[in-house]
């Protein structure tokens, strides 16, 4: 790992980790920014909204410019806009959650070892994270004492993981014992390690991306679309 990543254990440079941050951006996840036109236009790919559309121009057709005609149409645009404030207010949210957080790392950087913001973090950083601490990197543990991580925001399971240094053989990475995750907590021991994922191409940052990025009914949405299938 130390060979690959071009690190020691006595950690990077200050002007390796300034190349390095240069080349692999900073370390934090960011939520896909979606602007006002695209979440109108998911809004209006809906099937109660396109049932209102539908009925109103039939209504048009046959009875002309009514004012049942005109209802139907002003209840399509109050149904998209609600919709859209919903859809808006949530991505906003998920910006100022992402940004609300700021976590440092204790590294080793010229020989000695220093804390600094974790969004300063680097592939090839020796990393050291004790007890009570989120691990803030994807990290390959190249030193474990009697080290045991919460793993529930990836996994969901309340059982925490024994983690070592050792290599050992695995189906996936994602189920080494001797890889830290992003987003993860030690509850007992330490870990030290060399950073090998940052960012949103570290496991949690692309678990995150995929999560932010799958369009959510809300529960307006939901009931409308019920109506569509009574």
């Not at 989120?134 to 969901?156: N, Q, W, Y």
Request: charged content about 20%.
């Amino acid at each position: 790992v130390l060979d690959l990543l071009k690190a020691s254990s006595a950690g990077l440079t200050e002007e390796e980790a300034k190349e390095r941050l240069a080349l692999f951006g900073p370390n934090k996840i960011t939520a896909p920014t979606i602007g006002l036109k695209e979440i109108i236009k998911r809004n209006l790919v809906n099937a109660f909204n396109l049932f209102l559309l539908l009925a109103g121009f039939l209504y048009l057709l046959i009875e002309g410019p009514t004012t049942e005609t005109f209802l139907i149409f002003i209840f399509f645009f109050i149904a998209i806009a609600l919709a859209s404030y919903q859809d808006y207010r949530t991505n906003k949210l998920t910006q100022e959650i992402l940004s609300f957080f700021k976590l440092y790392a204790r590294v080793k950087r010229d020989g000695k070892v220093k804390t600094i913001e974790a969004q300063m973090l680097v592939p090839g950083d020796y990393l050291i994270v004790e007890a009570g601490n989120i691990i803030p990197a994807d990290i390959r543990i190249v030193k474990s004492l009697d080290a045991l991580i919460d793993e529930s925001i990836l996994t969901g399971e309340s059982l925490v993981v024994s983690k070592i240094a050792e290599v050992v053989s695995a189906q996936d990475i994602y189920t080494a014992k001797n890889i830290g995750f992003n987003g993860t907590m030690v509850v007992k021991g330490l870990v030290e390690g060399i950073v090998i994922a940052t960012g949103s191409r570290s496991y949690f940052g692309k678990l995150a991306k995929s999560t932010l990025e799958i369009k959510k009914e809300t529960a307006y949405q939901k009931t409308l679309n019920q109506f569509t299938k009574l």
